[in-house]
Each structure stands twice: as C-alpha cells, then as structure tokens.
C-alpha cells in the first residue's frame, strides 16, 4: 500500500509502476485528481502558469511567503488549517527547489503514468475542486473519493474524517 498526498501521489503512482508486484493499491490524497486539471505542460505553458508565484516570490523574497499565498485558493477550512506551521515549513525550502516541485507536477504525465499502473488507485480529494473534467478523464481508472467541507490540505483542514477514511481503505484493501 502507498499513500501519498498532493506531489507524493504522483510519486506513490510512479512506485506502483515501476515496482509491479510491489504495490497492492495507491491512495491519492488530492493529488492526482487535482493535478488531472492539467495535461502534461510543455516548459512554455508550464512557465506561464508558475508565472505568478516567480512573480510574488521576486516581490517579497520569500518563496515560501509566495507559496502559502498561491496555496491560500486551495484552502476552505482556513480555522483548521495551521498556516503559520505551512508558511515556516515552505520558507524553509529552497526557492530554486521549490519551483523545481512545482514544474514536475506540470511536466508529468497522469494520463500515462495510469494507464501503465496495473493496480487499483483511489483518490480521496476535497470535494469542491473535483471537476466534471476529472470525473470525465478519470473517474474509470480511479474510486474518487470526495471529502466535502475541505480544500487541498485535507489531511490538515479535516485530520478526523480523513485519517479514518484513510485506515478504512487500507483496512478493506488489507482483507
């Protein structure tokens, strides 16, 4: 079983692909749905849509300043969320590093990555940013598990719905 959340689900994907046999089932935790609104970027689209963190980060000299505040849209339990721990935890990475994240989730390709992943992949994601799109793309190659109440941050905005529904799935996947 590998679990992975956001960025991680991508690389959970890439463990159940490369390790077949390995791997009995991934869980995505609004990772995979949420990065499915993209295709593969080539480095010009990919440029344009970071295009405004490289512009806040060049403001306020802060990348991980610039990084909670482009991750502030994917945030709806704001009360729940401790966003002073995040903004220390982003201001701590590297800004060549951190964008360096951000272009490997536009340059890798879902679509592909799936359709040579042999096992089953759920995806657990908030609610309110699960788009038709996905569900269209998707939703035969994935159980879309959808959270309501929480963004991006899931595991920090809702920790009791999530970590059972969590140990759940990895109870029925364990039978």
């Not at 689900?9 to 159940?16: K, T, Y």
């Not at 512009?55 to 969320?81: N, P, Q, S, T, W």
Request: glycine share 6%.
């Amino acid at each position: 079983m590998v679990v992975g959340y956001s960025l991680g689900a991508a690389v959970a994907i890439e463990v159940a692909r490369l390790q077949p046999g390995r791997v009995a089932h991934v869980i995505s935790l609004d990772g995979l749905v949420h990065l499915g609104v993209y295709e593969k970027q080539d480095e010009a689209a990919a440029a344009k849509l970071l295009e405004p963190l490289v512009e806040d980060f060049r403001r306020c000299g802060d990348f991980g300043a610039a990084a909670v505040r482009m991750l502030d849209g994917f945030i709806f339990a704001r009360d729940r969320l401790p966003r002073d721990e995040l903004a220390a935890t982003c201001s701590a990475l590297n800004a060549r590093f951190g964008l360096d994240l951000y272009r490997s989730i536009l340059s890798w390709d879902m679509r592909e990555a799936l359709a040579h992943t042999a096992v089953p992949v759920t995806a657990v994601c908030a609610a309110a940013t699960l788009s038709p799109q996905a569900r269209r793309r998707y939703g035969t190659r994935l159980s879309l598990v959808p959270v309501a109440g929480v963004g991006h941050f899931l595991h920090l905005e809702a920790p009791e719905v999530v970590t059972p529904l969590v140990r759940e799935l990895i109870d029925t996947v364990a039978r």
